[in-house]
């Protein structure tokens, strides 16, 4: 599954619903940078690459920052699924 597409799914969601938020999709080793940088408020890790969760938790610990694994079942651009995201999402910002 594509991350992008997920995240444009997302945004979409919280666009229609009048909520402020943006999801963005990075590659792991811009993703450790961003949470290094402080550039987001809540940083998700994919299925996929979830075999770097701890590594990356390190680094979110150290900013401070919440760092969620996205389940599989919320992993998917379909309404429920990204509603299921959304409110992954906002139960942890």
Do not use: C, W
Not at 31 to 56: C, H, W
């Amino acid at each position: 599954m594509s991350s992008s597409l997920v995240a444009k799914k997302a945004t979409a969601l919280f666009q229609t619903q009048g909520t402020d938020i943006e999801v963005a999709a990075t590659s792991i080793y811009a993703g450790q940078k961003a949470i290094e940088e402080d550039q987001f408020d809540l940083y998700l890790v994919s299925p996929q690459t979830r075999m770097y969760f701890d590594n990356l938790a390190k680094f979110a610990h150290r900013m401070a920052k919440p760092i969620v694994k996205i389940p599989p079942q919320a992993y998917v651009p379909l309404p429920k699924q990204t509603q299921m995201l959304a409110d992954l999402i906002e139960a942890h910002i």
